[in-house]
Nanobody, 121 residues
Framework: QVTVVESGGGLVQAGGSLRLSCAAS????????MGWYRQAPGEQRELVAE???????NYADSVKGRFTISRENAKNTAYLQMSSLQPADTAVYYC???????????????WGRGTQVTVSS
């Protein structure tokens, strides 16, 4: 059983910053790519940023230069540092971890329940 938990969301004014954390725990052998996604009301879930176990990153065009993803492999944790936030960034932010469990030969995509980020104008 693997659990993914996000934290760090909240209400911030436009131009402000927030740091999200994502911690995976449980029967984990190894974690591959970890990613942050977001879903605004009435919209589809979209990729915000992702990072491989080796540190290679990929960002949505809308957040390049404003958001930074990082991770600590030893802690099975990923972070999303968000700066210059805009009202358009308001959404529920979800963490995804590509996990190989201890007692399984297959990889799973495990999701957290999300954390709300609200940016006021």
């Amino acid at each position: 059983q693997v659990t993914v938990v996000e934290s760090g969301g909240g209400l911030v004014q436009a131009g402000g910053s927030l740091r999200l954390s994502c911690a995976a725990s449980g029967s984990i052998l190894i974690i591959g790519t970890m990613g942050w996604y977001r879903q605004a009301p009435g919209e589809q879930r979209e990729l915000v940023a992702e990072i491989t176990s080796g540190g290679r990153t990929n960002y949505a065009d809308s957040v390049k230069g404003r958001f930074t993803i990082s991770r600590e492999n030893a802690k099975n944790t990923a972070y999303l540092q968000m700066s210059s936030l805009q009202p358009a960034d308001t959404a529920v932010y979800y963490c995804n971890a590509h996990v190989r469990p201890l007692y399984s030969g297959t990889w799973n995509n495990d999701w957290g329940r999300g954390t709300q980020v609200t940016v006021s104008s």
